[in-house]
């Protein structure tokens, strides 16, 4: 058989599976979303709001950043080494059919960022629309995932954590683990554990933010007063449940510090 006759339906599968990927999930420059006001303001007045319309997922640079719903606001920790970090590229899924994205036309910058200030994002069909603001941040993020039924106190409960790690030259920007969590005072002990192939709980030990591998680490809230120091080593925005609690400081554990060092 020609292998051309065979390659043609293949080159003409991929070309058609690209283009289904396109449209089934846009990925556009997060300038081309820019709308103006009086274009923002038109599709607020012909719509209804709906909070139940809601963004499952946004991603940006293929990151995908904390959607805390409670507070109404996006998070994206800024990329600290990306070429692209302040026009990144932008998908988005939503609990809803023939929805789009448009933002408030407004670029982000350093200086924007370091003020935390507000961005303007609408998701909209024909009939709802729903607004969230979008802050930018120039810290790494952790979210700790728990069951809501039950409540961080000193006794610890199951939990998953993910890490984004923004800082320069790290290669695994993302870090996932199973642990336990627990309180202390206004402090979050948590440990890292992990599945052996024989199914079996151990310690996982990982180096979290550039600092020597462990499987315990506290984190320690910041004062509200005092200015985001990104020269500061190891702070990070805290998230509980994609609930925003804060600027941490993350560190080992004294026991665990005091086993790096033996």
């Known amino acids: 058989m020609n292998k051309s006759k065979i390659l043609i ?23 081309r979303l820019f709308v103006s006001e009086s274009k923002w303001n038109s599709i607020q007045e012909s719509r209804i709001e709906n909070r139940d319309l809601v963004l499952d997922d946004i991603k940006f640079n293929d ?29 988005y ?13 407004d670029e982000i910058t350093d200086q924007k960022v370091k003020n935390n ?10 009939k709802e629309y729903h607004i969230y603001n979008l802050i930018c941040t120039d810290l790494p993020i952790i979210n700790i995932s728990y069951n809501k039924d039950e409540e961080v106190k000193q006794k610890s409960v199951p939990m998953e954590m993910y890490l984004f790690d923004n800082l320069l030259n790290v290669p695994n920007k993302i870090t996932i683990s199973s642990g336990k969590i627990k309180k202390d ?3 979050y002990i948590f440990s890292l554990q992990m599945l052996t192939p024989g199914k079996n709980k151990r310690d996982n030990m990982c180096s979290i933010l550039g600092m020597k591998p462990s499987s315990e680490y506290i984190l320690t809230p910041v004062n509200n007063n005092m200015e985001k120091d990104t020269n500061k080593n190891n702070r ?12 941490y400081e993350l560190s080992l554990t004294r026991k665990e510090g005091e086993r790096n060092e033996g």
Do not use: A, R
């Open 63 to 91: 990151y995908k950043l904390i959607i805390d719903e409670q507070n109404n606001t996006i998070y994206y920790s800024v990329i600290n080494d990306s070429k692209n970090q302040y026009n990144p590229n932008v998908s």
């Open 236 to 247: 990070v925005e805290l998230f509980l449940n994609n609930e925003y609690k804060g600027v």
């Open 93 to 105: 899924s939503t609990n809803s059919k023939n929805v789009k994205l448009v933002i408030l036309s």
């Open 185 to 187: 005072g206004e402090s």
């Open 9 to 31: 339906p293949i080159i003409v599968f991929f070309i058609v599976l690209t283009i289904l990927i396109i449209v089934l999930n846009p990925i556009h420059k997060y300038n």
């Open 117 to 126: 200030y507000q961005f303007k994002i609408m998701i909209y069909n024909e």
